[in-house]
Structures are given as structure tokens and as C-alpha cells.
């Protein structure tokens, strides 16, 4: 069954950094695009970042460009946030999530990503 767990979430203070990892089992991603996606209390989910099979494209939501950097590393099936500079409305339970058809144009649409990650809380305080 495909599989993908994130790691790396936690609590910080405003202008603090975190570093997200998601990784992949029983499947491998390297023809896909990978995304990441964050949930705020009360609030629809949205998307964050997303990056090419190979890594060489990536897309960013305004809200986190600057500050967030989304990379992958293909021989360990995983995909990383890198999260700087944060603040508090960046508080949320984030996903990592990968769309299923190989080599498809990325995309920070929901609706776009067929499989899902259980999520890890990034809680910043101020």
C-alpha cells in the first residue's frame, strides 16, 4: 500500500525555522510530482509548495515565498520543507501529498494530489 509519513514537525517561536521531511514506502516517486499542503484550524486546506519529478521545477504559494523551501532527494524517496523565518499564522498541520500520474505538470490544487500523508503540527508561537 502506498505510504507517506511526515516527520519534523513541532513547536517554535516567530522567526524560527523547521525542516519537514516526507517519506515514501512500498512505492517510489521519483516520476512524480510531490507537494506539500497545510490545514490552520478552522480552515480549508491549502497548498504550500510543489516540485517536479526531477526536482528542477518548483512552485510556491505567495504566502510562504522567501521563506519556505521545498526540495526532494529521489534515492531516498523523500521530500523536505525547509521553513524559515515562520510565523504564527503558519500554525497548521501540514501534508505532504503526490500526484499519481507520472511526469504530470505540478499543481498546489487539492483536488490534483491522489495520495496522502497522515500529517505533522507546526505550531508557532508569537
Known amino acids: 500500500q502506498v505510504q507517506l509519513v511526515e516527520s519534523g514537525g513541532g513547536s517554535v517561536q516567530a522567526g524560527g525555522s523547521l525542516n519537514l521531511s516526507c517519506a515514501a514506502s512500498?512505492?517510489?516517486?521519483?516520476?512524480?510530482?510531490l507537494g506539500w499542503f497545510r490545514q490552520p484550524p478552522g480552515k480549508e486546506r491549502e497548498g504550500v509548495a510543489a516540485?517536479?519529478?526531477?526536482?528542477?521545477?518548483?512552485l510556491y504559494a505567495d504566502s510562504v515565498k522567501g521563506r519556505f523551501t521545498i526540495s526532494r532527494d529521489n534515492a531516498k524517496n523523500t521530500v523536505y520543507l525547509q521553513m524559515d523565518s515562520l510565523k504564527a499564522e503558519d500554525t497548521a498541520m501540514y501534508y505532504c501529498?503526490?500526484?499519481?500520474?507520472?511526469?504530470?505538470?505540478?499543481?498546489?490544487?487539492?483536488?490534483?494530489?491522489?495520495?496522502w500523508g497522515q500529517g505533522t503540527q507546526v505550531t508557532v508561537s508569537s
Open positions: 501529498a503526490a500526484i499519481g500520474r507520472f511526469n504530470s505538470w505540478c499543481s498546489l490544487a487539492t483536488t490534483a494530489y491522489n495520495y
Open positions: 512500498e512505492y517510489t516517486y521519483s516520476r512524480n510530482c
Open positions: 516540485i517536479s519529478p526531477g526536482g528542477g521545477g518548483s
